[in-house]
């Protein structure tokens, strides 16, 4: 059949048992291997994203204990201090690459479309393709630890020391190269989030209808199109420093401050890049266990909007400590301290939600608790931090430490459990234990705090950060010891969260389709999803569909029964940006190997790069073209050629 | 919605709506940004050193041309998706190998030009910059005239009409941002050391 028959029906259907029969026929992929590696269905790498971050936030907290011994007492030498600057330099970016961000896009790619009431995210193949090359990168970086070739400068890697001179060996190489993939994967992700959601929302979603998750991510993916490129060009130019005798960022003519203004433009963005989607999940799942919509959906989208564009105004506060100019210190000064008011905007709105609403106490919403009491703790020692005078006081000490885990933590990780006790149930069809539960957040929650805490008065009084050990007497001792004793308490916390998640997802209490009586349209479908997400395509009359009934705004009514069917192959309904008038019908793409043969061949290209190996990078630069070729080749079953054509 | 209206929605790569489009408008904002900080690297330099970092008065002598070659293959590949609107298969096909050639003739000019120049990639921040800038920018014109090959494959299997050719707009779009950026670059490093 043609694909554009004009004699189709696309009628408004009921959906019925046949419906869900057909629609499954056509979304199922092939079983087996072949069908788990060619898959391109988003829940799919949605969970795949989730599990991936999860192990590396294994991997980084174990980097952190075994630091956490080597410091719980003076003059130590369980490490030796080439071991410990791996060590800490690993441990930096595992939990801000590798973790923060993946485990955020695993809660977006699993939920966007089922959000928006759509089947599937924009570009399914992308989508599958930004997963892998995360994998691979991240197992790129590793097998550089693993070989003994870690980066050994700090996450933010500073010239001169990460050039050739000071850094003669592979170290920096395998960073840099694993950080331009890395890069590829969170820019591929972006692009295909900002699509999604202005493209494949459900009609009647108009733009002030959206979910705030996915306002959350879709700002920070316009974050990371214009950020990502500063460090990717950073640790390119870094890399033809190091093997090609370019002069960017070495003391002759070059520039070591160079490298710290591309990295900070990117990498101050970034804390916002890991943060908002996590607010976002706060601002949609913390009403849920209020029983009322959260105050403020208006100015909480236009706070987030805002902090992401003043995000990209505040970078040289990270360089207070480095001569800049007055003029700068205090401009970037004033601009640090303008940039608390819309975080603090969502504070107030989350604050005012609990207030006035009717709160659950349930795992997840103590969860979002300690989550909004964390990143007022942590955003106070950022206001701190902001003021130029404070700030040359507290550089690179254990203060500046402490703030980057109560606001990375506090925000991400508390909030990521939080969501997993909403959505876990959502993506196997069973609730996490609640009695475990408790256990879980009590135990994160004060481990992290006998942790963090005392770690601000560390830094005050002037325990450097980045050494491997320090000598008796000077004050530091109890305090490293509190912060190791609470650091094996914040992972056993993490454990129990591990614990309850193998054990519940076999023995779990059976979620139905909504445990927790939510507004948005993924309770709608059933838990598990099927693969095709939704029966018809819902039609959305409101904020918050599955509470028509009992709010009563307005008399229209949502039509989650009744709808478009959409089964004449993969097809999904295409919608204008701002209204979310129905626009176009897409044909998605079928299961396909193509997305991962990509990502194979890029990493190749990278492994080939890093060992001089220009044959071998040739021969993967085609590969990755033909690759491509066969990914982008017009199908006529997708309604991308000409209906004319004799193919 | 109307099950009217409903039924007249068009299937399948039509125009400007499929995803793929919006889609290359998100490369184009990143790329566009990663060309932004290349140039923030020049003018950083510049700032720190002043005009004697600038080792040459930069000749026009090749890269004006050559700056008329790309933005003339622009207006061949504007020709092009016109006139694949219009159905004038033919014309669209020609376009589409004019601008094809006239990309590979700036690469060749290019590289003309790449050995003219007096300092090299490893003797100082200014060659650094200079190599590294355009060569970043003849990777895109490289990755340009590929997809503008495939797009003249496809084009002349007559895979696309007047309804059905967003390939080739994606590719268009891709080709007149790889455009704009020369004249971005040319203007920082041809012209700004003359008006500075």
Redesign the interface.
Same mark, same amino acid.
């Given at each position: 059949m043609a694909v554009a028959d004009s004699d189709r029906s696309l009628e408004l259907q009921q959906s019925g048992a046949p419906a869900r029969e057909r629609l499954a026929r056509i979304w199922e992929g092939e079983a087996g291997l072949r069908g788990w590696l060619s898959t391109v269905d988003h829940k799919e790498y949605g969970k795949r994203y989730i599990a991936t971050a999860f192990i590396f936030l294994i991997l980084g907290g174990l980097e952190a204990l075994v630091m956490r011994v080597q410091l719980a007492g003076p003059n130590k030498t369980l490490l030796t201090p080439e071991q410990y600057n791996q060590l800490f330099s690993m441990h930096g970016l595992t939990m801000i690459f590798l973790y923060a961000q993946p485990v955020l896009s695993g809660f977006s790619v699993y939920l966007f479309p089922l959000l928006l009431g759509a089947r599937d995210m924009a570009f399914p193949r992308l989508n599958a393709f930004s997963y892998w090359i995360y994998l691979f990168s991240g197992l790129f970086i590793y097998a550089g630890f693993v070989l003994g070739y870690g980066p050994n400068d700090g996450w933010f890697n500073y010239p001169p020391y990460a050039s050739m001179r000071y850094n003669p060996g592979p170290n920096m190489d395998f960073y840099a190269i694993g950080m331009i993939l890395f890069g590829v994967s969170s820019t591929a992700g972006a692009a295909n989030f900002v699509v999604t959601f202005l493209r494949a929302r459900a009609p009647g979603m108009s733009i002030n209808r959206v979910p705030i998750l996915t306002w959350g991510t879709v700002t920070a993916s316009f974050g990371i199109l214009f950020s990502v490129p500063a460090v990717s060009l950073a640790f390119f130019l870094l890399w033809t420093d190091r093997q090609f005798g370019t002069d960017f960022f070495n003391s002759g003519q070059g520039q070591p401050l160079l490298w710290q203004h591309l990295f900070w433009i990117f990498a101050h963005p970034w804390v916002y890049v890991v943060v908002l989607p996590a607010m976002g999940i706060v601002s949609d799942a913390l009403p849920i266990f209020c029983r009322r919509p959260l105050v403020g959906y208006t100015v909480v989208v236009l706070a987030t909007v805002a902090t992401m564009v003043m995000g990209f105004g505040v970078w040289l506060h990270h360089m207070f400590a480095t001569g800049i100019p007055y003029l700068a210190l205090s401009f970037f000064s004033a601009a640090s301290f303008v940039i608390t008011i819309p975080s603090a905007v969502a504070v107030f709105a989350w604050i005012a939600t609990i207030w006035t609403g009717r709160p659950v106490l349930s795992t997840a919403f103590l969860f979002f608790a300690g989550f909004i009491v964390m990143f007022t703790l942590g955003g106070v020692s950022g206001v701190m931090t902001a003021a130029a005078p404070a700030d040359q006081q507290l550089t690179d000490t254990y203060f500046v430490v402490a703030h980057i885990h109560y606001v990375l933590i506090g925000i991400n990780v508390l909030a990521v459990m939080g969501g997993l006790y909403v959505w876990f149930p959502k993506m196997t069809g069973r609730l996490l234990d609640e009695r475990l539960g408790r256990w879980n957040f009590w135990t994160v929650f004060l481990g992290f705090n006998i942790a963090f805490l005392p770690m601000h008065w560390t830094g005050l009084a002037g325990m450097p950060r980045r050494i491997y050990t320090y000598p008796e007497g000077l004050g530091w001792t109890a305090v490293n010891v509190v912060t190791t004793i609470g650091a094996f308490i914040l992972a056993a916390g993490v454990l129990l969260l591990l614990v309850n998640m193998y054990v519940s997802r076999r023995h779990g209490a059976a979620a139905g389709p909504d445990p927790w009586g939510g507004p948005t349209l993924e309770w709608a479908t059933t838990s598990p999803p099927p693969t095709y997400n939704f029966a018809v395509i819902p039609a959305v009359a409101s904020r918050h569909p599955l509470w028509e009934g009992s709010l009563d705004e307005s008399g229209e009514r949502s039509s989650l029964q009744r709808g478009m069917i959409l089964d004449d192959g993969k097809e999904m309904l295409t919608t204008t940006a701002l209204d979310a008038e129905p626009d176009a019908i897409q044909k998605m793409p079928p299961d396909t190997l193509a997305p991962l043969l990509a990502a194979l061949a890029a990493t190749a290209l990278g492994a080939a790069a890093l060992l001089h190996a220009w044959i071998g990078a040739t021969i993967f630069t085609l590969l990755l073209f033909a690759a491509l070729l066969v990914w982008l080749w017009p199908q006529r079953a997708m309604g991308q050629i000409s209906e004319q054509a004799h193919v | =919605?109307s099950?009217e209206? #409903? *039924?007249r $929605?068009? %299937?399948?790569? %039509?125009g400007h709506?499929?995803?793929g489009w919006?889609?290359m408008l998100? %490369?184009v =904002?990143?790329?566009g940004? $990663?060309f932004?900080? @290349?140039l923030?690297?020049y003018y950083?330099?510049v700032v720190?050193?002043g005009r004697i970092w600038i080792p040459e008065a930069p000749s026009l002598r090749l890269a004006g041309p050559n700056t008329v070659i790309l933005l003339l293959s622009s207006a061949f590949v504007w020709w092009a998706e016109k006139s694949a609107a219009r159905g004038k298969t033919k014309a669209q096909s020609l376009g589409l190998a004019i601008a094809l050639l006239l990309g590979v003739v700036f690469l060749a000019i290019q590289v003309l030009e790449w050995r003219d120049k007096p300092f090299t $990639?490893?003797s100082? !921040?200014y060659? !650094?910059?200079y190599?590294?800038t355009t060569g970043f920018h003849m990777a895109h014109v490289v990755v340009g005239a @590929?997809m503008l090959a495939?797009v003249l494959l496809?084009s002349l #299997?007559?895979?696309?009409?007047r309804? *059905?050719h967003?390939?080739l707009s994606i590719a268009a779009l891709y080709w007149h941002f790889v455009d704009l950026i020369w004249l971005t670059i040319f203007f920082t490093f041809y012209v700004t050391p003359y008006i500075g």
């Open positions: - | =919605m099950d209206a #409903l *039924r $929605l068009p %299937v399948g790569s %039509v709506k499929p995803f919006w889609g998100t %490369v =904002m990143t790329e940004s $990663l932004a900080y @290349l923030f690297t950083y330099f720190q050193y $990639l490893g100082g !921040s060659g !650094s910059a190599f590294i @590929l495939a496809w #299997l007559g895979y696309f009409d309804e *059905r967003a390939a």
